[in-house]
Nanobody
Framework: QVQLQESGPGLVNPSQTLSLTCTVS??????????WTWIRQSPAKGLEYMGA???????EYDPSLKSRTAISRDTSKNVFILQLSYVTPEDTAVYYC??????????WGQGTQVTVSS
């Protein structure tokens, strides 16, 4: 059974860098055909795709967030990591790590609330 679990701080100060880790079990993040994805949800914007990292380690990002986002991975731990820099209160959201295929998002983490506030 594939499981994803987000971890990281629930409160981040404005202008700082948000860093979240997704721990994957039941599947390898290097397996072909899967894209390990970060999606966030807020009342203002709904569900928002942030970016993903593929089996080769190449990452892609939503253009609106590309300048502030970095997605990396540690294959020895089977985790992938989101870093979002220069956060503002508008980055307050529930952040999800998700496994994606060419046609669907098939496994989701439970989500973690991140609040940007001083």
């Amino acid at each position: 059974q594939v499981q994803l679990q987000e971890s990281g701080p629930g409160l981040v100060n404005p202008s700082q860098t948000l860093s979240l880790t997704c721990t994957v079990s039941g599947a390898s993040i290097t397996s072909k055909g899967y894209y390990w994805t970060w999606i966030r949800q807020s009342p203002a914007k709904g569900l928002e795709y942030m970016g993903a990292i593929g089996p080769s380690g190449r990452a892609e990002y939503d253009p609106s967030l590309k300048s502030r986002t970095a997605i990396s991975r540690d294959t020895s731990k089977n985790v992938f990591i989101l870093q979002l820099s220069y956060v503002t209160p508008e980055d307050t959201a529930v952040y999800y790590c998700v496994r994606g295929t060419a046609s669907e998002y098939d496994y989701w983490g439970q989500g973690t609330q991140v609040t940007v506030s001083s």
